[in-house]
């Protein structure tokens, strides 16, 4: 067992090394997988059946979130390459930068709960780069849009992909998470940006109707099938009781058909589901696979219910616990960090919608904004925006911590009224 969380936390290091040893953490996510099972099946004594048996226990979980994931990206790409976002910016008519800053992270707040907030970021700093000059708002603005970002994510069972987890797993159901954490999420994210409105002043200089890129055919169309058929999704689930991934492609089934037609005479082959299945972030499916098949090992082993008793013998308050969770996934990748918590407690211990999976699914979900490179959205803003590590650290991460803290003393005062 030891041997397996040593193979863990090397695995993990190169992850987090990714840029100083220029190894791509797909690739090591997906060796250290292999690696963990294979010691595992060594340790076993030759009980091959049992190790296979366990392997396939897991693998089927684990299709269920990637054939989501797939789904999901192709339908985002879909719309994406449509340009059917556009009218969005089209819409926005003031130069306020004030305004803007709320328009902004309300509509990333909206947009990330249907589309995952990694696809949300790029989709509004490449916007808001038609609309605001570089310099110190411009770093502000994209820094907002992280944290609200992560902050619709959380409470949407489609919006990140750790909600998206538990939801799979049987951890949370849709109704209930949207229901419990709405609010707390709303409070993550408002108590930075009234913070930020105090020292936003002035008017853009640009317009983005004078830059807007030309919708293809169909835009809007194709936008407003694509975000029905994302948000279906929970709705599918609760009326043919078949997981998620069914209602997912069946949308994208939809899609795929209404595409080939609309586009057969003209021939647009770049906007049909075919090109956009192509341009879909397959390493980052498979890094999600690599870590999982990892974290499944260790459960397995019974390394993780090892590790809850040692953190419940030392910090006593689960409530703690997964605040501190919160903080841990600024540093540590939410993903891994999201599927050992499910691995360390048993659902037949803490049930469905139980406070504890509540609160995971709003610390995993916000905690990652707390530092640049804590989430997903983090690091791809961080990238197209040339944002430094230590600037966000200096003037966003203790706003980002506060709206945090917020809105999870928002969810626990929720919790206690309502247990009431």
Not at 61 to 72: D, K, Y
Not at 95 to 115: A, P
Not at 234 to 240: A, E, H, L, R, Y
Not at 299 to 306: C, I, K, N, W, Y
Request: glycine letters at 8%.
């Amino acid at each position: 067992m030891t041997v397996l969380v040593v193979i863990f936390l090397m695995g993990y290091l190169l992850i987090t090394l990714e840029h100083v040893i220029k190894i791509d953490k797909t690739a090591v996510s997906l060796y250290f997988a292999v690696l963990a099972w294979v010691v595992y099946g060594s340790l076993t004594h030759g009980q091959i059946p049992m190790v296979l048996g366990e392997l396939r226990h897991h693998l089927a979980g684990i299709a269920e979130i990637v054939l989501f994931l797939l789904g999901a990206m192709t339908i985002v790409e879909l719309i994406s390459a449509h340009n059917g976002f556009r009218f969005i910016i089209e819409s926005i008519r003031t130069k306020s930068k004030r305004k803007l800053l709320w328009i902004f992270c309300l509509i990333t707040f909206v947009f990330s709960s249907f589309l995952d907030n990694l696809t949300t970021t790029i989709i509004m700093v490449t916007l808001l780069r038609k609309l605001l000059e570089p310099g110190k708002d411009r770093l502000i603005f994209a820094s907002m849009i992280i944290i609200a970002a992560n902050a619709g994510g959380a409470w949407s069972p489609i919006g990140d992909v750790t909600t998206t987890m538990l939801w799979i797993g049987g951890q949370i159901t849709a109704g209930n998470i949207i229901k419990i954490l709405l609010i707390p999420s709303l409070v993550c994210v408002s108590i930075p940006l009234i913070f930020e409105s105090f020292f936003m002043k002035g008017e853009t200089n640009q317009t983005g109707n004078s830059e807007a890129e030309k919708p293809e055919p169909y835009a809007k169309l194709i936008f407003f099938m694509g975000a029905g058929a994302l948000i279906s999704v929970p709705i599918f689930k609760s009326i043919t009781h078949l997981p998620p991934y069914m209602g997912v492609m069946f949308g994208l089934a939809i899609l795929w058909i209404a595409t080939d037609i609309l586009h057969a005479v003209a021939q647009r082959h770049h906007l049909r589901v075919g090109h956009a299945l192509g341009k879909i972030d397959v390493p980052s499916v498979l890094f999600f696979t690599g870590i999982l098949l990892s974290v499944a090992a260790l459960e397995t082993a019974g390394a993780l219910h090892l590790f809850a008793n040692w953190l419940d013998s030392v910090i006593p308050s689960k409530d703690i616990i997964v605040t501190l969770m919160g903080g841990f996934s600024a540093v540590i990748d939410n993903v891994p960090l999201t599927a050992a918590a499910m691995g360390m407690y048993d659902l037949s211990l803490f049930p469905t919608d139980h406070k504890m999976w509540e609160m995971l699914a709003y610390a995993a979900g916000t905690g990652g904004s707390m530092l640049i490179i804590g989430s997903a959205a983090g690091v791809v803003a961080m990238g197209i925006e040339k944002i430094d590590f230590l600037w966000y650290l200096r003037r966003m991460s203790f706003v980002a911590a506060l709206g945090y803290l917020g809105g999870m003393i928002t969810y626990l005062v929720m919790f206690k009224i309502m247990a009431e």
